[in-house]
């Protein structure tokens, strides 16, 4: 997904990403075992994540270890295609 400042998106979340057979209970809302949720977003600003040429070395191996939390639950949400992607920017 790609969207640019002060675009709006709607995204539909599948029970199995949401809260599956499990009801949830917040203090505006209530939704029901196996729901589909949908969230209306819109891009107010974003920070432009910072080249690896220019980072340091403590910022290269911090830039790592989140690229690699990153592959780690994509692979336990068996999302592995996404998840082989994140560990390759772990190397490079």
């Known amino acids: 997904m790609t969207m640019k400042k002060g ?3 709607l995204l539909t979340i599948a ?5 599956g057979s499990s009801e949830s209970r917040q203090e505006l ?3 029901p075992p196996n729901s ?11 920070v432009k994540a910072k080249e690896v040429s220019d980072m340091n070395t403590e910022e290269k191996i911090e830039a790592a270890l989140e690229k690699r939390q990153e592959g780690i639950a994509l692979v336990y949400a068996a999302e ?4 082989s992607k994140r560990f390759q920017k772990v190397t490079r």
Do not use: D
């Open 7 to 9: 675009e709006v998106a």
């Open 15 to 19: 029970p199995q990403y949401a809260f």
């Open 29 to 31: 809302a209530v939704v």
């Open 36 to 46: 589909t949720l949908y969230y209306q977003v819109e891009l107010v600003s974003f």
């Open 80 to 83: 592995y295609a996404r998840a």
